[in-house]
């Protein structure tokens, strides 16, 4: 079986990246060490090896069926689920209070990439528990809190996000499930539907915990009149449990990600169904953002473990396979080489690696400033949190759009048998495909970056990130390294290209808004691009150092990889904001002026 | 049912641009006219909405299945083979003497683009059978010619390409399946295996006639020492027929494409398996190379026609689905839109179109060199002849690696709609991806292209086109349409820069020959987009000159939407050169120098 992730490349990251030890400086981390952190990675390890990773064929073979009104999914669910919770990996990061092991958000999603590398749909599962229950004690009442978030964290219960409808997909203010009050405070009657519900309904655990949207009647229109209710499958009597009306209507076939559950629900169709309002009544939206801006890097995070199981996939295979000649040496007689010595594939896999591992210190970037945003206060909190506001619409599209073509050339590295189901790299390549749909389309997340987020706090987020890139390039400068003031002195240019656009397309806003925002996808990715360089000279800026302290042959081979990568980076993806930024200055209205009849 | 191509592009394409009726003048083709190409296509439809469109999904839910030696594909195969071979579909551009049509090549791939769009797994066996038959026609014998043909031709009998063996996928030089002479002259015994045979085994016909590559015993080394053989599942004797010990070893199970059954086999394993050599011994690759260029083409057709598919799914989609707002108009009382006003809809959309309908004119424009170099002699003949071997790579290549693009992009414009099976479009990202592989990777036609054809005749073909883009230039210089003067300018100064990044390029290879093709994929992506750039100008031309004469109103728009796409693919397309340019002139070594250790 060959590797679907690099353990190496977690701890280069976590220690030498991110330095992440230091957290345990902070009172609510101090009983953390460097070795606990080890210690949680090789649990993950073991239980993603020998639970997670042997199902991953299966799972997508043998989908979930609705029968008799349950949807059942693969049966090895029901002992990973319950393993979930029994260690801990529901609550890791909340309070000892709350039965958690206070663990760094950033250690935590080291651990939980790992999952997602080995069998992406089982990884769903105890994840979406996390954010729901999360929702619930962060918002909830003490009893919406004590009565739900301990089933919960044991993994005996499953949470998830119900926001989707079926005239509500993207516009969330078009939502039409509606919650009457009753006589009891807080107790409201739901009546509506649901749809691509993940983990909606399934047979491996006892209860189902929605966090829905909701209007309560004669609430305001659009989302301003959204509340956030708790509604069980199974609520909570005197007596124990009794059926809550909710209905699963059909469960979803899809392309990819088969091992998980997609549901349609019926609220309140045939039964009583009862919700359950957290926090104030209409506030539902911004309490939901919680869990939505956390599955937004959640998101991410699986398009890349996704992506690295690929490229590992791919690169095992390079590695074995002989085929064709040197371009400098033809002879039919000598015996051929292995693939990993073309330069076609060696391209392949570079482009692999500098996506996966660009976006994978990114998105670990992210958990270090949700961490410092809990524990930091003043500027250094609101540093921490305007950095992940602002590149969330990045973590989350970046690798999810790439992670696309990343496993796409996964599959071309092998050839034909890429596109058999001998290989997982066909399923890599299906499951990849979901990310850029779920938890906000990237052409939403275009909109949000370029249309909310550049401007939020009188752009105090793009200052920050700013100086962070600048701070990288200094200390890149400080270096005698002639490719590090190379690429330093790249993304210095590329900084100037995003200043350029970024003004250009300002100041259009002011014009003609929906020409502004009309190529905010793009925007997007070349916004994305430079992200990940910065990501890059960061990772050989350590990489440099790590060479000139290193004997070990397997050291220098990893810094000479980043080296060799963040090379690649430079002149094969950050190339691309040359005709990007032609684009985004042109202004030409071609696809707002397009008529539907012309199509 | 949406439709799944356009017959008034198809119409544009045969008439306005590339005004195949001009063909009726010569012999060859004095028999038809307008009338008769329409009508083909029309019997196309036909065929393509009652038999084929209705087994898509059918076909691709049902995959083939080895049984008892045999692979069984669904029962619906069985009357469209019929139907293909008793309508003439197989023979249609043969001779007369041959029982074909002499239908031009050119109207024939447009009637095979209807099929393909309509069902590609099911295109593709009537396909396999034309290239094999033809080959022997080319090459064989009179007594091959005449025992093989006609039950090909009637589609009884189907036609296959033998080429890739376990330990040699794209390197043809190492096949090792052998041909031992016999008391017979011409007549070989078999032994050997082959992989990824299409249609290499089915119950759908009465036989299977494999045209085998293999190497006859003490032949020279590498691709000199290849003969072509006629290798039937069921040979014929004196009584009729006997099996020819040809083992169906297995079928491959895929990710899409599995209509079509694809196998692995066995030669001479068991009982004695005969062949029937093709023209001379050791000239078979060279043969083959008849069959290869054509399904070259074929598979650019195929990719075109699965992104066609895909394009009017997610049309009619986008304009049957209400969701969000226009940006200047958010007013949740307002009702929704429909989602084709979304400028980053109609950004996806234009994308799609932009694209197969740029691809689907080079490729008629393929069928036409064919037409021309089969029935005009001297410079005429080799013009066509030259063009056509030129622009195969890229006529194979730049669809096949944009259609996964526009398949996506087809997906994302349905959401989560679009990741179900419930929808069409995820079968046709999944159908699309086989592309950029069978027929020569992309990478193999990026070497094919800059290493070989750039050069091959003293640069003669390369000569031969850009003169064909100046002359399309010139044309729209001597408009006075300011958009066609623009594009004219911009093709210009792409023209420019294929210049200098070839002779950048060129000179590159005298010092470095690895180092010359390492990034030959990005030449190909490169010098393909700038050809497609061409035809969108050669397509904006005759648009205008459309919307002069036209006072219809389905006409207007429809030339309309060739302007707007055009301007689209210069906007958005062909921008992308410029990265590409800076990329593939800076010659830094990064793939070349990386070495397996460091992945």
Redesign the interface.
Known sequence: MPSFFSKRDLHFNLYELLKVEQLTSYDYFQDHDRQSFDMVLDAAEQIANKMLHPLLTEMDRKEPQLMDGTIRVHEGMKAITKRFGEDGWINATFSYDEGGQQLPVTVQNAAAFIFQAANYSASVYPFLTTGAANLIRSFGSKELIEQYTPLMYSGRWQGTMAL?EP?????L??ISTAAEPTSEEGVYKITGQK??ISCGDHDACENIVHLLLAKIKGGP???KGISLFVVPKKRITENGHTNNGVTTAGV??????KGAPIAHLMFGSDETCLGYLVGEPHKGLTYMFQMMNEARVGVGMNATAIGTAAYYAS?AYA?ER???????AKD??QP?T?I????????M??FQ?SVVEGALSLLLQCGLWADLAHVTEGEAKERAELLLDLLTPVAKSYPSEMC?QTT?AA??IL??A?????FPV?QY??EA??H???EG???IH?LDLLGRKLTLHGGKGLQYLMEEIKNTIAEAKQSDQPQLLDLAARLEGALERVQTVTTSLLNLAKQD??LF?????LYLDFFGIVTIAWQWLKQAIQAQKGLMMTNSEENR??Y??KV?TA??FF??EL??????A??LT?H?K??????????
């Open positions: 989707t005239n509500a997909g993207s516009s203010s078009d749809i691509f229109a659009g989302t979803y076939h899809k392309m990819g990600y690169l590695k002989p085929q064709g000649r040197p371009i400098t039919p007689t051929q292995l990993v010595h073309h330069a076609d594939v060696k391209r896999l570079l690696k696309c796409s599959v071309q050839g034909g890429g596109y058999t189901t001998d066909e390549y299906r495909r979901i850029p749909i779920h389309t990237t052409g275009g808004k929906e925002l009309a190529d905010a996808t081979n990893f000479q990889g060799a090379n690649y002149d094969y190339v691309k904001i040359s005709s990007l032609l684009r042109s030409t071609g696809t707002v002026e397009m008529q539907p009849d012309w199509f």
